[in-house]
């Protein structure tokens, strides 16, 4: 099985990511346009927090600060109470298209991990095959991704973000292009993952239900520019099954966020 | 009704046949066709010689038509093979560098447009008439769709791609390596294949302008003596080099991105 992530020097009481007054404006054709505003965010070692919100609110904006990629145009960001501004290392990032390299077999394109980092492959190699093996592609190491079906794919992609044992990781609707029944087996197998590593997540969806039964912290972001609207701690059991969706708990998480939604003008409903 | 998801009677027979047959027959079907055209359409030999005319010639000329080949060929695999030495990093520099992007790329987009032939000439006023001009011609004529495909293929890379191996610590030449490059192979070998017919063509222009030997050369020698057979000879043997030199490419191709073809041996298509 998983080694246990390192959950690092950092005692469970100090966040491992820290998001203080960030906010992101783009020059869009001349006009100055706000994504994210003012937005504070404390994300403890261990977490699980998804991040809900509408289209264009400014979430996929708010990873990519987190991990450095891209810069705040105001703020303060730090992991591991060092301040952020470069692209972040210890992270592993998953996106909705699953990015995989068709020129690297599954094994391959876990490894770039480790190619990358110039670490050894024969270090992590065995690790791959097992992580593999625990979200149920045994025997694919050696496919190309052209082979493998969407859910398959992003499953690697899940491993390589894996594989190194970073400290937090970092997932842009990474079910959002899957099928139903498909994403619902994800939800089930990142959530082995997580259970198994207990790294830091920072989980971005569309869906209300996929973060009420991920999560142990849900963030409501409002409507562009992005801020933070209500947050909403989600005390189920672990390891949860399916069915918890049917419970009357799981029903009152699920309303109060769509409520929230609701109060934004979203998801109007017309009496009929 | 009897429904079936299994391959019926009519198409196993079908595969039994492999598809390389077909084009044989083709070929064969339309050089027969060719000949009787000629032997029983009363076609002067002068205008059109039979196919079987043309291998007679072929034959009897076998080490003047070698020897020029090798000549012609030469040049052609030194224009292009400096095609490849000049346009695969100069595309990579037009995507490395933003003074390069604003500088040498519009100054190549105007230059592609001159029609080589008419720079022909003058090259061979500035060098000569030997084998380097010929190369040079061949490698103006070829190298564009290098410089163009590289640059297409470099630029192609999925951003989530750099990203992601930004957030792994890559820097500007791990990028290149691990992402971009290997993600260009495809646009580049789709350039290469291009260039490598233009190659001919920039050879034979420029034997045509000034030169002493050569298939390019040998054409316009045999056209004047009114030997029609020798020049569909040289023409013929000009086909096979580029086809030769056209599948030699494909063949790297293959084998360089294997990946792309799929286990069963059925190619990526065409």
């Given at each position: 099985m998983l080694a246990p992530a390192q959950p690092g020097v950092l005692p469970a009481t100090v966040p491992l990511l820290t998001m203080r007054d960030v906010g992101k404006t783009y020059n869009i054709r001349g006009k100055r346009t706000s994504a994210v505003d003012n937005l504070s965010l404390d994300v403890a070692p261990g977490e699980f927090v998804s991040i809900v919100g509408p289209s264009g609110c400014g979430k996929s904006t708010l990873m990519m600060m987190a991990s450095g990629l891209i810069h705040s145009s105001s703020g303060e960001i730090?992991?591991?109470?060092?301040?952020?501004?470069?692209?972040?290392?210890?992270?592993?990032?998953v996106f909705q298209r699953d990015a995989l390299l068709d020129w690297r077999t599954v094994l391959e394109n876990i490894l770039l991990q480790i190619d990358v980092r110039r670490l050894k492959r024969g270090d992590y190699r065995e690790r791959a095959v097992a992580m593999l093996a625990s979200v149920g592609l045994a025997g694919f190491?050696?496919?190309y991704p052209r082979e493998l079906s969407g859910g398959m794919r992003q499953r690697v992609s899940l491993c390589r973000a894996l594989i190194h044992n970073p400290s937090l990781i970092l997932m842009d609707e990474p079910f959002g292009a899957l099928d139903a029944m498909t994403r619902e087996q994800m939800n089930l197998d990142l959530q082995k993952l997580w259970i198994q590593n207990k790294t830091t997540m920072l989980f971005i969806t569309h869906s209300i239900w996929e973060s009420v039964f991920l999560s142990d912290r849900v963030i409501i972001m409002s409507p562009r520019p992005g801020r933070i609207a209500a947050e909403i701690q989600i005390d189920l059991p672990r390891p949860r099954k399916l069915a918890v969706r049917e419970s009357a708990e799981f029903g009152a998480y699920s309303a109060k966020i769509r409520e929230k939604f609701q109060s934004f003008g979203l998801l109007a409903e017309d009496d009929q | 009704m009897k429904l079936s998801l299994t391959p019926t009677d009519a198409d196993e027979r079908r595969?039994?046949?492999?598809?390389?047959?077909?084009?044989?027959?083709?070929?064969?079907?339309?050089?027969?066709?060719?000949?009787?055209?000629?032997?029983?359409?009363?076609?002067?030999?002068?205008?059109?010689?039979?196919?079987?005319?043309?291998?007679?010639?072929?034959?009897?000329?076998?080490?003047?038509i070698m020897y020029m080949s090798v000549v012609t060929l030469l040049e052609i695999l030194l224009g292009f093979g400096l095609a490849v030495v000049v346009g695969l990093p100069l595309g990579a520099l037009i995507v490395f560098s933003r003074v390069a992007r604003l500088t040498v790329y519009p100054i190549l987009v105007g230059l592609q447009t001159i029609p080589k032939p008419a720079l022909a000439p003058i090259i061979i006023v500035w060098i000569g008439t030997g084998l380097t001009s010929k190369a040079l011609i061949a490698f103006a004529i070829a190298f564009f769709p290098i410089v163009v495909d590289t640059v297409i293929g470099l630029k192609s890379a999925q951003i989530e791609t750099i990203y992601l191996a930004r957030s792994m610590g890559a820097n500007i030449f791990q990028i290149y390596r691990y992402i971009r490059f290997p993600n260009a192979l495809p646009a580049i070998f789709g350039g290469l294949k291009v260039a490598s017919t233009l190659a001919v063509v920039g050879a034979i222009v420029g034997e045509f302008v000034s030169a002493d030997k050569g298939l390019?050369?040998?054409?316009?020698?045999?056209?004047?003596?009114?030997?029609?057979k020798?020049?569909?000879?040289?023409?013929?043997?000009?086909?096979?080099?580029?086809?030769?030199?056209?599948?030699?490419?494909e063949g790297l191709e293959a084998l360089v991105l294997h990946w792309r073809v799929s286990d069963d041996g059925t190619g990526s298509g065409h």
């Amino acid at each position: 099985m998983l080694a246990p992530a390192q959950p690092g020097v950092l005692p469970a009481t100090v966040p491992l990511l820290t998001m203080r007054d960030v906010g992101k404006t783009y020059n869009i054709r001349g006009k100055r346009t706000s994504a994210v505003d003012n937005l504070s965010l404390d994300v403890a070692p261990g977490e699980f927090v998804s991040i809900v919100g509408p289209s264009g609110c400014g979430k996929s904006t708010l990873m990519m600060m987190a991990s450095g990629l891209i810069h705040s145009s105001s703020g303060e960001i730090h992991i591991k109470q060092s301040r952020i501004t470069a692209p972040h290392v210890d992270i592993g990032i998953v996106f909705q298209r699953d990015a995989l390299l068709d020129w690297r077999t599954v094994l391959e394109n876990i490894l770039l991990q480790i190619d990358v980092r110039r670490l050894k492959r024969g270090d992590y190699r065995e690790r791959a095959v097992a992580m593999l093996a625990s979200v149920g592609l045994a025997g694919f190491e050696n496919a190309y991704p052209r082979e493998l079906s969407g859910g398959m794919r992003q499953r690697v992609s899940l491993c390589r973000a894996l594989i190194h044992n970073p400290s937090l990781i970092l997932m842009d609707e990474p079910f959002g292009a899957l099928d139903a029944m498909t994403r619902e087996q994800m939800n089930l197998d990142l959530q082995k993952l997580w259970i198994q590593n207990k790294t830091t997540m920072l989980f971005i969806t569309h869906s209300i239900w996929e973060s009420v039964f991920l999560s142990d912290r849900v963030i409501i972001m409002s409507p562009r520019p992005g801020r933070i609207a209500a947050e909403i701690q989600i005390d189920l059991p672990r390891p949860r099954k399916l069915a918890v969706r049917e419970s009357a708990e799981f029903g009152a998480y699920s309303a109060k966020i769509r409520e929230k939604f609701q109060s934004f003008g979203l998801l109007a409903e017309d009496d009929q | 009704m009897k429904l079936s998801l299994t391959p019926t009677d009519a198409d196993e027979r079908r595969l039994e046949i492999p598809g390389y047959l077909y084009s044989i027959a083709a070929v064969v079907a339309l050089t027969l066709l060719w000949e009787a055209f000629v032997r029983y359409g009363a076609i002067s030999p002068l205008l059109l010689p039979a196919p079987s005319q043309i291998l007679l010639s072929m034959i009897k000329n076998f080490s003047l038509i070698m020897y020029m080949s090798v000549v012609t060929l030469l040049e052609i695999l030194l224009g292009f093979g400096l095609a490849v030495v000049v346009g695969l990093p100069l595309g990579a520099l037009i995507v490395f560098s933003r003074v390069a992007r604003l500088t040498v790329y519009p100054i190549l987009v105007g230059l592609q447009t001159i029609p080589k032939p008419a720079l022909a000439p003058i090259i061979i006023v500035w060098i000569g008439t030997g084998l380097t001009s010929k190369a040079l011609i061949a490698f103006a004529i070829a190298f564009f769709p290098i410089v163009v495909d590289t640059v297409i293929g470099l630029k192609s890379a999925q951003i989530e791609t750099i990203y992601l191996a930004r957030s792994m610590g890559a820097n500007i030449f791990q990028i290149y390596r691990y992402i971009r490059f290997p993600n260009a192979l495809p646009a580049i070998f789709g350039g290469l294949k291009v260039a490598s017919t233009l190659a001919v063509v920039g050879a034979i222009v420029g034997e045509f302008v000034s030169a002493d030997k050569g298939l390019g050369y040998l054409v316009l020698v045999a056209n004047g003596d009114l030997d029609t057979k020798l020049v569909f000879a040289c023409v013929l043997m000009l086909t096979l080099m580029g086809l030769v030199f056209y599948y030699a490419i494909e063949g790297l191709e293959a084998l360089v991105l294997h990946w792309r073809v799929s286990d069963d041996g059925t190619g990526s298509g065409h």
